[in-house]
């Protein structure tokens, strides 16, 4: 899919960064249709516990796709309860082949506070390789300014703000209202 045919690629920024024993992952708040700003507050970051088993997930993309997607990763969850990485798969699987979950223009970044991955439609499950990872129209912005911040002392939750806010300057579909989740392992 081009990229100047997802609507998804111009409307957020949601960032997961692994540091110690926690993993935060933060998105921002614009939400845009064209060059106009509709809503400056979405929260684009959820805590899901299916069954108990807490799971954060960040999403970029259309709104309502994310949602279907976020649903359906809880009942794999529920189905595979205390697997992240077997749930994630499956719902990657799902997506790429139902001719349904197929049409979905999102992607997701998702954690159990032990695992951090990113989800695609295109049947990828990634894990990062630096412990951090970025999605959406100022997820490049927000990926380096966060894997150039690992190395200093600062806590992850401090890493991921701080390259949000980054990516807010630079990057006119993402703002400074952030919604922060963090999970530990």
Same mark, same amino acid.
């Given at each position: 899919?081009?990229? !100047? ?15 110690? *024993? ?5 998105? !921002? ?40 997607? $976020? ?40 954690? !159990? ?23 959406? *129209?100022?997820? =490049? ?7 150039? $911040?690992?190395? *200093? ?21 993402? =703002? ?10």
């Amino acid at each position: 899919m081009a990229e !100047d045919t997802f609507p998804g690629w111009h409307g957020t920024t949601i960032i997961g960064v692994r540091k110690g *024993s926690e993993v935060v992952i933060a998105g !921002d708040g614009q939400v845009s249709l064209g060059q106009t700003v509709i809503k400056g507050t979405a929260r684009k970051v959820r805590r899901l516990s299916p069954g108990g088993y807490e799971v954060v997930a960040g999403f970029a993309g259309s709104t309502a796709d994310a949602f279907t997607l $976020l649903e359906r990763l809880e009942a794999k969850l529920e189905a595979t309860p205390g697997q992240l990485q077997r749930a994630a798969v499956e719902l990657a699987k799902d997506w790429r082949t139902d001719k349904y979950l197929q049409k979905l223009e999102a992607m997701l970044i998702v954690t !159990d506070g032990a695992e951090l991955y990113v989800i695609t439609g295109a049947g990828d499950v990634l894990e990062p390789e630096h412990d951090v990872t970025a999605i959406g *129209s100022g997820g =490049n912005y927000a990926l380096a300014a966060g894997r150039a $911040l690992m190395d *200093s002392d600062l806590p992850a939750e401090d890493v991921a703000r701080k390259a949000m806010a980054i990516a807010a300057d630079i990057c006119v579909y993402t =703002n400074g209202k952030l919604t922060v989740e963090t999970i530990s392992k």
